[in-house]
């Protein structure tokens, strides 16, 4: 497998990612929003044999402080270490770039939340505005 990015040009294919996912990605205006977005902002993807399976793309709201704009592995290719591994890439991309903080957020209510509580092993807390982040000890800075 092969990590592209951060320049990538193949929304069609981030879109069909997108779709193999429609309990996540079920309102179309969205989802073609976010494989747009795949092309404007910086976003790696896991391609393997030609084809991408995964992807994210972020988003730099402040000179330290970055955003984990979209993400998501082919239905397919779910739970195989390649959001890991995507994600783990995503954050060295971010600390190159001068970042300090890398954020994740998720609907509060939504039905696969649970899945998420995991996440690399981050700590997880409610936040304001209904939506899940990482506690602030849990920035991409080392100990």
């Given at each position: 497998m092969d990590i592209l990015g951060p320049s990538l040009q193949r929304s069609?294919?981030?879109?069909?990612v997108l779709r193999t996912l429609p309990a996540w990605f079920g309102i179309e205006d969205a989802l073609r929003m976010y494989a747009a977005d795949s092309a404007?902002?910086?976003?790696?993807?896991?391609q393997l044999g030609g084809e991408i399976i995964g992807f994210v793309t972020l988003t730099r709201h402040?000179?330290?402080?970055?955003e984990v704009h979209c993400m998501a592995v082919a239905a397919a290719r779910r739970h195989q270490g390649i959001g890991?591994?995507?994600l783990r890439h995503a954050e060295q991309y971010?600390?190159?770039e001068g970042g300090r903080f890398l954020q994740v957020k998720a609907?509060?209510?939504?039905p696969l939340r649970a899945s998420l509580a995991p996440w690399r092993g981050h700590r997880w807390?409610?936040?304001r505005a209904g939506c899940i982040r990482?506690?602030?000890?849990s920035s991409i800075e080392g100990p």
């Open positions: 069609a294919e981030v879109e069909a404007t902002r910086p976003t790696f993807a896991a402040f000179p330290q402080a970055w890991s591994r995507l971010v600390r190159t609907e509060v209510n939504h807390r409610t936040g990482h506690a602030p000890s």
